[in-house]
């Protein structure tokens, strides 16, 4: 049991190139995150989906698009990436449990370091 | 909307101390609120979770966190730091959004524990 995780871990890219983050769960959550981490100001929710076939805008999701492949699978795309993308990117799941005193938990990957040059 | 206030980006402790990490919220509904740590290098990991079952809420690795009301606070303590406590740690509330939670986090608070 991987848990959530991502590749790649490390990524350098010029102005003006495009790639994909890549992360998949192996917990059978329903719902999948991407949110990026910058130094003093925590993270910050990018893109969401509640469930397979569904995405949802986040706090920051201007120059990124995502796609829910299927129910383990959700990937981030940067379709010209700028300088201000330079940040380590967060994957996570959750799944919605039952009863009064019940939450969600979100649980993490491991993060992709991308540097845009 | 929902928010988290972390005070002190940086906090140092002595091995041994008292540690003590703040967080204070706003919400305008009863809050979840959650406290996740991130080792050098790695990613989030929950510590502990309050979702109003008991105001005292234990956790993994000794932690502990307290839900007063009255002070809109969800302060962390853990009685006696260890070194491996270094890492930075992040408070959060959940909102509600249809058939699932999002995460409002705070800007997080780094632990440094000297010998």
């Known amino acids: 049991n991987a848990g959530v995780t991502q590749t790649p871990k490390f990524q350098v890219l010029k102005t003006g190139q495009s790639m994909t983050l890549q992360c998949a769960q192996d917990m059978n959550h329903n719902s999948m995150y991407w949110y990026r981490q910058d130094p003093g100001m925590g993270l910050r929710l990018i893109y969401y989906?509640?469930?397979?076939?569904?995405?949802d805008k986040g706090e920051v999701p201007n120059g990124y698009n995502v796609s829910r492949l299927n129910k383990r699978e959700f990937s981030l795309r940067l379709e010209s990436a700028a300088p201000s993308q330079t940040s380590v990117y967060f994957c996570?799941?959750?799944?919605?449990?039952?009863?009064?005193?019940?939450?969600?938990?979100?649980?993490f990957g491991p993060g992709t370091r991308l540097t845009v040059l | 909307a929902q928010s988290v206030t972390q005070l002190g980006s940086h906090v140092s402790v002595s091995e041994g101390a008292l540690v003590l990490l703040r967080c204070n919220y706003s919400?305008?509904?009863?809050?979840?609120l959650f406290w996740y740590v991130q080792y050098p290098n790695q990613g989030l990991q929950l510590l502990l979770k309050?979702?109003?079952?008991?105001?005292l809420v234990k956790g993994i690795n000794g932690f502990e966190a307290e839900f007063k009301k009255s002070e809109t606070s969800f302060h962390l303590t853990k009685p006696s730091a260890h070194m491996s406590d270094a890492a930075e740690y992040f408070c959060?509330?959940?909102?509600?959004?249809?058939?699932?939670?999002?995460?409002?986090f705070g800007t997080g608070t780094l632990l440094a524990v000297q010998p």
């Open positions: 919400s305008s509904v009863p809050p979840y």
């Open positions: 996570a799941s959750s799944q919605r449990t039952s009863g009064v005193h019940s939450t969600d938990t979100q649980y």
């Open positions: 959060a509330v959940s909102v509600n959004s249809g058939a699932t939670n999002k995460l409002i």
């Open positions: 989906s509640a469930s397979e076939g569904t995405t």
């Open positions: 309050y979702t109003s079952a008991a105001t």
